[in-house]
């Protein structure tokens, strides 16, 4: 397989490219969702794909297949070869030549891989039937599925750079639907783990339920602007929304606020946030990013002060600085971008129900929804819709929802009063996004 | 593709363990997308995807099995992975046969736009940048991009159904940015249509262009909007994202079928106002969300959803018509091979009403007019809703005044249905993605101008 990449750079160098660089990844998955008992969905997953890339006249021309056949890589050149020529970009462009030992190439369990279908069969059965039997008021489970993902890349060049990598992930999530007072109120819990005998059905029955059963009876509280705590979930959200403001491709084009910015306090003293690729902490760790280069652990905001913005070779050279490691390319068929990999805000010493003290009167958001259309990454505006608590004399009453927190993130990291101890990382993708609880001041709350 | 004598086989061994259907979807997708960013064309890529899933319904259970090895022996094997999940083979079963069959093309196509010269495709991003910068020095930065995709489709099922489509989508999007060194805004435009390179000819970029310039320097000068509960205008086009956030997706099978939605067991029932009627249509010539065939092979359909606020139909795909004991709606949609398909909308909108657009303005006392909206998402089990206001300006005393910024409205779908109490003339559509279990699928959202008597408008 690797020669025969390696001919596909040959192809592209003999049809007049100066440099080009081979990006192939193959994954595979398996999931399945029981209803009513019953195996309701079941899913084999398999497939691969294969970029080129190459310097063709200064510019970067990308072109990609899934067809698996040495036929379509004649034109597979043409295509990026037509790429290029259209291309004026005046940004330098390269392709890696590292040669470095990488100290890891893989973050896959092979224990994961020889897991049977039974076992996750038997687990999504017994999260539904766990829920069931949690609460009477449970009328179905939605959702309760098992899978496991893996993926492996291929990362080849004519300047001799060479990188493989491999993952794999299992998870599970539930989502019961309650019946109360004539009407249906949901909950939802879910894990990602490496490791499949972490994912345990009764723990996570019981986490939904109680998601679920917070909000019974909640209603929307006076409009105004208040002290609200950011529960770990909803900040993670917000945080994983805004983070491709650290982008300094973003930066440059004019597209982030943050452009100019590198060594001022962009944060309240007490923010940190670090980017770390090590394996272990959100699941989205690497090795090396999206142009091979090799990743490695920095604070983005250190005590408050921007240190340093995410560079690619590209947009470091730009800015007469290294990259930093942050190319990213989640999949054969992306150019080149920029991302963090376990990118998080640091926890602090503060247990959730200090914060809720310090608060006094307002309101903690748990849920924040419609991030896609309600958040304006350029300048910062957000207006969500959001579910949660009722703080009063400095602790919880009653469940919230029906109402909407608005704000400007660059304003919210600024206001950021005092942070939690419980960071929580949310879906893995390109990257994961953690955060722990937060306490702001002066978001606005739209309710009644 | 995959010969009918292939896919027979294939079918067959899919059925081989008990199940009572077995379809293949195959696709072979050439998609395109250049774009232009700080004045120059900074990015240009193509990509080839080609692949199969196949899925096996025993009863309401289903298996999805997909791959990109389209070799017989290939799909065999898919085949019987799908068909392995069912149980263990039988004998005896009959042998799938399959017959052709021809959609009927509603879209006509003149010319591919991945056909066009990069060049002249280049040279509408140059105009669009030019014409959203010539407004005015707060115009910063455009970004534009031209896609262009091109999905050959065959669909070959157990009933015999041997069915090939084409779809061909072009799509120009424009964002402008207007910045004022602390503080910037943006307007997007973004059309869309099933045809080929004839739509973008046929545009007015620079007007487009300025569109979306205009709305971003409007915001940049607008102040924060006000939070509270108020009367709410939604201007016509896109503003069709709340049915299709706060009613559309609750009426498909998706949520339907298992009792997930607050619209369940409600045919023939009052579920809106009075001057309400609503329509899913994927028959519309050339529209973006149209098409011949769905991803399962079933004739495009035009389905009254709402009938002078009576609930009149669903969205059904093949899974949800069993669940439901319904017939199939021409629904079912993925966004690729990668995806089983589900329930899902097409072109949907509120049909035209009889109000006037001046009276729903000048009669609402105080609030809103939600001239351009964004996107939005919905909890179909709860019905909760949301969506992002672009460019909104206060009304006062039946007046509008101001911009305003950064406004959110949300409700629940069941009760914001009842509280429209206006509904004008001029019906328009805008064109989306939609996410939901499927992937994201292309969809056109529209409406006449309309009012909510009351909503929770988000702001600060």
Known sequence: MLKKFERLVDLAIKEGFDKAEVFATAQSAFSVSVYEGEIEDYRVEKSAGIALRGLYGGQMGYASTEVDDENEFADLVRRAKENAQVLESKDEQFLYDGRERLSWVSSSNPALETVPPERKIALAMEMERACKALDSRVARVAVSEVGTTSQSRVLVNSEGLFRTFEENIAYAVVEPVLAVDGGQVDGTAFLFT??????????????????????????????????????????????????????????????????????????????????????????????????????????????????????????????????????????????????????????????????????????????????????????????????????????????????????????????????????????????????????????????? | ?????????????????????????????????????????????????????????????????????????????????????????????????????????????????????????????????????????????VSAGLMDEMQHVLIANSDGLYITDTRVRTRLRITAVAASGTENQTGTQAPGAQAGYEFIEGLDIEALAKAAGRTAITMLHAKPCPAGVMPVVIENGFGGVIFHEACGHALEATSVGKGNSVFCGKLGQKIAADCVTAVDDGTIANAWGSLNIDDEGHPAQRKVLIEDGV???????????????????????????????????????????????????????????????GGGSVNPVTGEFNFAVNEGYLVRDGRIQEPVRGATLIGKGADVLFKIDRVGTELLTAQGMCGSLSGSVPTDVGQPRIRVKSMTVGGR
């Open chain 1, 194 to 448: 490496r490791d499949f005998d972490a994912l345990n059905a009764q723990a996570l029955a019981r986490e939904a339920i109680e998601d679920a059963k917070r909000y019974i009876g909640a209603a929307p509280i006076p409009s105004g602007a208040m002290p609200v705590v950011m529960n770990q979930r909803a900040m993670q959200s917000l945080l994983a929304t805004f983070v491709g403001v650290f982008s300094a491709e973003a930066a440059q084009r004019g597209l982030s606020l943050l452009a100019g910015k590198e060594g001022e306090t962009i944060a309240a003293p007490i923010v940190t946030l670090t980017d770390d690729p090590a394996d272990g902490l959100g699941l989205a760790g690497r090795p090396f990013d999206g142009e091979g280069v090799p990743t490695r652990r920095k604070n983005v905001v250190e005590r408050g002060v921007l240190r340093t913005l995410l560079y690619t070779l590209k947009t470091a050279k730009k800015a007469g600085k290294e990259t930093t490691g942050n190319a990213s390319r989640p999949s054969y068929h992306s150019t080149v971008g920029t991302s963090p990999t376990n990118f998080y805000l640091e926890p602090g010493t503060l247990a959730p129900e200090a914060l809720y003290a310090q608060a006094g009167n307002g309101v903690r958001i748990d849920a924040i929804m419609g991030m896609h259309a309600g958040c304006n990454q350029i300048s910062g505006d957000f207006s969500l819709a959001a579910k949660g608590m009722r703080i009063e004399n400095g602790v919880l009453t009653e469940p919230v929802e029906q109402i909407t927190v608005s704000g400007n993130f660059f304003k919210l990291l600024m206001g950021i009063a005092a942070v939690g101890d419980d960071l929580w990382f949310g879906f893995p993708g390109s990257c994961a996004v953690g955060a722990p609880s937060v306490l702001v001041d002066g978001l606005s709350i739209a309710g009644k």
């Open chain 2, 1 to 141: 593709m995959i010969a009918r004598g292939d896919a027979e086989l294939i079918l067959t061994c899919a059925l081989r363990t008990g199940g009572d259907f077995a379809e293949i979807f195959y696709e072979d997708l050439d998609s395109g997308d250049i774009a232009l960013m700080d004045r120059r064309i900074e990015s240009a890529n193509r990509t080839h995807t080609r692949g199969a899933g196949i899925r096996v319904f025993k009863g309401t259970s289903t298996v999805y099995a997909y791959t990109n090895d389209l070799t017989l022996e290939g799909m065999l094997k898919t085949a019987e992975e799908a068909a392995a999940a069912l149980g263990s083979a039988r004998e005896g079963g009959e042998p799938v046969r399959l017959f052709t069959a021809v959609p009927r093309n509603i879209h006509r196509i003149e010319r591919f736009a991945g056909d066009v010269q990069s060049k002249r495709r280049a040279d509408v991003l140059r105009l669009c940048d030019a014409a959203a910068r010539s407004l005015s020095e707060e115009i910063t930065q």
């Open chain 2, 311 to 373: 609930l009149k139909s669903y969205m059904i795909d093949r899974l949800g018509s069993r669940r439901m004991g319904l017939p199939m709606t021409g629904s079912g949609r993925r966004q690729d091979y990668t995806f089983a398909p589900t329930s899902r909308m097409t072109n949907t909108f509120i049909c035209p009403g009889k109000d006037d657009n001046e009276e729903m303005i000048r009669t609402m006392g105080d609030g809103l007019y939600a001239a351009k909206m």
